[in-house]
C-alpha cells in the first residue's frame, strides 16, 4: 500500500464528532495490548497511531485520512482489567454506536493474540461485527512470538473458538519483523478498490 498522505482527520467520543461519510472506512478492533496501533502504524508506514507501554491508552475512536481517499479507524481497545468497568462499558457503546451507523465502512479488521484463545470479549466483538454485516478479516498479531507447528495450531483454534467460515480470512502477522503484512495490504486494497 503506498501511502503518500496520512493525518488524523478526528477523535469521536460520540457520533456528532465523526468525520463527513463521503469516503470508505476500515476499522480496526481488538484488545488492548494486542498491537492494534502497531499494526496501523506498520501499514501506513509512518507513526500515526498512538503506541504505549500501558494498554487502555485509546479511549476514543480515531480517524486516520490516508491519502484524501479513505480512512483506517482505530476502534478503542477492550479488554483491559485496570480500567473501571465504567470507562470499558462506554466504549462498547462507543463501538457499537459506531458499527450500527457508519454507511461509508466497509469492513471491521479485528485483531486476535494468536498466542491465546480469543476471550469473551473477542468473541463478542466478532459477533457484533457480524451481526451488522462485517464478517470477514481476522489478524493474529505477535505471530513472531511462535513456532511454526505452534503458529498453525494456534490458528484452527482462533479459526475454531470464532466460529470462522472458509471464506473468512486468517491472517498472521508480525509487526515486530514485519510479517504477514502483504497480504492483509492485498485484502484491503481489493475491498477500497470494489
Not at 484463545?117 to 462485517?134: F, V
Amino acid at each position: 500500500m503506498i501511502v503518500k498522505s496520512a493525518e488524523l482527520a478526528a477523535v469521536a467520543a460520540r457520533k456528532a464528532q465523526y468525520p463527513s461519510t463521503d469516503i470508505k472506512e476500515l476499522a480496526f478492533a481488538g484488545r488492548s495490548n494486542v498491537g492494534k496501533s502497531s499494526l496501523i502504524n506498520l501499514l501506513l508506514n509512518r507513526k500515526i497511531a498512538r503506541t504505549s507501554g500501558s494498554p487502555g491508552k485509546t479511549r476514543t475512536i480515531n480517524f486516520y485520512q490516508i491519502n484524501g481517499s479513505f480512512r483506517i479507524v482505530d476502534l478503542p481497545g477492550y479488554g483491559y482489567a485496570k480500567v473501571s468497568r465504567s470507562i470499558s462499558s462506554t466504549w462498547g457503546e462507543m463501538i457499537e454506536e459506531y458499527l450500527k451507523d457508519r454507511p461509508n465502512l466497509i469492513k471491521v479488521v479485528q485483531l486476535v493474540d494468536i498466542r491465546h484463545a480469543p476471550t469473551e470479549q473477542d468473541k463478542t466483538m466478532y459477533e457484533w461485527s457480524r451481526h451488522y454485516g462485517y464478517d470477514g478479516i481476522v489478524v493474529a498479531t505477535k505471530a513472531d512470538k511462535l513456532s511454526r507447528n505452534e503458529m498453525t495450531k494456534n490458528l484452527a483454534m482462533i479459526r475454531r473458538e470464532l466460529a470462522l467460515t472458509e471464506e473468512d480470512l486468517l491472517i498472521p502477522v508480525s509487526a515486530l519483523k514485519k510479517t504477514g503484512t502483504k497480504e492483509l495490504e492485498a485484502e484491503l486494497l481489493r475491498l477500497l478498490e470494489g
